[in-house]
């Protein structure tokens, strides 16, 4: 059975005070692994997707890193907008397979 | 997610009660998904679309069924509700960049609660 754990399950950082989340999975045959911001009432709103072992992406001050076991979210001098919940998600075999998603991690940023 | 509509945003339904869930996208994909969200449970797959004409079971299945109406319109009816199906609802739509790349486009949700 895949399975997607997110650590921690909550984080609360000082503004400017940088992290990582953490996505460990355990999929047969990883297509791709995904990244969503989602704030209180709102829907998931993509981020980053991650095909292979040793692929980074950025934007703004966020940083995404995938090895053969789990994936990095970093994110460098958080701010107060920062704040949010953080979903990870894997996809197996063909190209629009449902994604399977983790618990998600709530980020919160003090100023 | 302007591309992904989903109706009632609210609804308070009593045990026994059924209702529909509506779900239209207007990108032309082919796959529709609808998710539950719940504290600690994070999104679980209820029923998906790949394409028009074709549904098939996700991870909580029971207690739902779906229609695809047609290419644009996806959506998920609760014959009789019971207090745990209490949750967020989201549809999403898988859309394609090219060959096996793309991203999944969610609705704002439907908040459901049954008493």
């Known amino acids: 059975e895949d399975q997607v754990t997110q650590s921690p399950e909550a984080l609360r950082l000082q503004e400017g005070e940088s992290s990582s989340l953490n996505c460990s999975y355990t999929v047969s045959g990883l297509r791709g692994l995904f990244w969503y911001r989602q704030d209180p009432g709102k829907g998931p709103e993509f981020l980053f997707t991650l095909y292979s072992a040793g692929e980074e992406k950025e934007k703004e001050r966020l940083k995404a890193t995938l090895t053969k076991k789990e994936s990095f979210l970093h994110i460098t001098a958080p701010k107060p907008e920062d704040s949010a919940t953080y979903l990870c998600?894997?996809?197996?075999?063909?190209?629009?397979?449902?994604?399977?998603f983790g618990k998600g991690t709530r980020l919160s940023v003090i100023a | 997610n302007a591309g992904v509509t989903q109706t009632p945003k609210f609804q308070v339904l009593k045990t026994g009660q059924s209702m529909t869930l509506q779900c239209a996208q207007d990108m032309n994909h082919n796959s529709m998904y609808w998710y539950r969200q719940d504290p600690g449970m994070g999104l679980r797959l209820i029923y998906y679309s790949a394409s028009e004409g074709t549904t098939d079971k996700g991870e909580v299945p029971n207690g739902y069924n779906v229609s695809r109406l047609n290419k644009r319109e996806f959506s998920l009816r609760l014959e009789s509700a019971a207090p745990s199906q209490t949750s967020v609802y989201f549809c999403a739509e898988w859309g394609a960049w090219g060959w096996n790349t793309g991203e999944l486009f969610f609705g704002e949700g439907s908040r459901l609660t049954v008493l």
């Open positions: 998600a894997v996809q197996v075999n063909s190209g629009n397979t449902p994604l399977v």
